[in-house]
C-alpha cells in the first residue's frame, strides 16, 4: 500500500513561486496516476493537475494553467507540483492523491484512494 508524504508548502509573497513534492513509499508509484488538489478554507476540494503514471498527458484546471507544472520522477519515486506567479488565491492546503485508474479527464477527488496529509500554501498580497 503506497502512502504519500507533502512537502514544500509556505508562505510566499504575490508572484512568487513554491515547488511542493509528494514522496510516496512501497513499490506501485510507477503505475498510479498521480495529482494535485487543493482546499482553502469554507470551500471544497478542488483538482489541480493530474499527470498519467508514465509521466505523459499533464491535465490543468484552467486556474492554474500556464502558471502551474506538474511532473514525476520515478527513480525518486515523487510527484512535484512547480507553482509560478501565484496569486492570493491559491492559498489553500494542498493534497497529492493517487489513483489506480487512468481515464483521461479523471479530476474527481472521489476518483482517487490515496491520500497525502496536505500542506499549507499562503500567498500574501
Known amino acids: 500500500q503506497e502512502q504519500l508524504v507533502e512537502f514544500g508548502g509556505g508562505l510566499v509573497q504575490a508572484g512568487g513561486s513554491l515547488r511542493l513534492s509528494c514522496a510516496a513509499s512501497?513499490?506501485?508509484?510507477?503505475?498510479?496516476?498521480m495529482a494535485w488538489f487543493r482546499q482553502a478554507p469554507g470551500k471544497e476540494r478542488e483538482f489541480v493537475a493530474t499527470?498519467?503514471?508514465?509521466?505523459?498527458?499533464?491535465a490543468y484546471a484552467e486556474s492554474v494553467k500556464g502558471r502551474f507544472t506538474v511532473s514525476r520522477d520515478k527513480a525518486e519515486n515523487t510527484l512535484y507540483l512547480q507553482m509560478n506567479s501565484l496569486k492570493p488565491e491559491d492559498t489553500a492546503v494542498y493534497y497529492c492523491?493517487?489513483?489506480?485508474?487512468?481515464?483521461?479527464?479523471?479530476?474527481?477527488?472521489?476518483?482517487?484512494?490515496?491520500w497525502g496529509q496536505g500542506t499549507q500554501v499562503t500567498v500574501s498580497s
Open positions: 512501497g513499490r506501485n508509484f510507477s503505475r498510479i496516476v
Open positions: 492523491a493517487g489513483s489506480s485508474v487512468w481515464y483521461s479527464g479523471i479530476r474527481h477527488p472521489a476518483e482517487f484512494s490515496l
Open positions: 499527470i498519467h503514471p508514465r509521466g505523459e498527458s499533464p
